[in-house]
């Protein structure tokens, strides 16, 4: 199956939304997605999308000064353990140094020992955590740093 990453449009929203809440405990809204796709002039939406027209994975990242944040990024369950998160992570690191972002960030769920791995393997070091950031279950966030995103 091949894939593409592409601009997330405002067409993708519903089925990004009941992506990302396959994927979180604390799913964004919908509206949410809209707004970043819409009105958000800081945010960085893409999607993977296959050749019979299915969203297999999303990001919505924002750049704010030189700084790129990742809000969400998630795979479809049926697309998982295929490199495709590495895939759409690489081209939104990539996009964001193209626009003059020098570092990236993002939080991530302590017990998540899977997207820590791979954030790792991108050069992201832990550099913090935001205590009972989530509000599920109260569980700490750890901060991750990619510094020099202008040398990858």
Request: hydrophobic share 40%.
């Amino acid at each position: 199956m091949n894939f593409i990453i592409r601009k997330m449009t405002i067409e993708d929203v519903p089925v990004v939304a009941q992506l990302d809440h396959m994927s979180f405990s604390l799913p964004w809204p919908e509206h949410s997605f809209r707004y970043e796709v819409k009105e958000n002039p800081s945010s960085r939406c893409f999607v993977v999308e296959t050749d019979d027209k299915r969203i297999a994975a999303m990001i919505v990242s924002w750049i704010i000064v030189d700084e790129l944040h990742i809000a969400t990024i998630a795979t479809h369950p049926d697309f998982r353990r295929q490199g495709i998160g590495s895939q759409i992570l690489t081209y939104a690191l990539e996009d964001a140094r193209q626009a003059g972002a020098r570092r990236a960030f993002l939080e991530v769920r302590e017990k998540n020992e899977a997207a820590q791995a791979m954030y790792r393997k991108f050069g992201f070091e832990i550099t913090g955590r935001r205590p009972k950031y989530y509000k599920d279950n109260g569980e700490d966030a750890i901060l991750m740093t990619l510094e020099h995103l202008e040398a990858e």
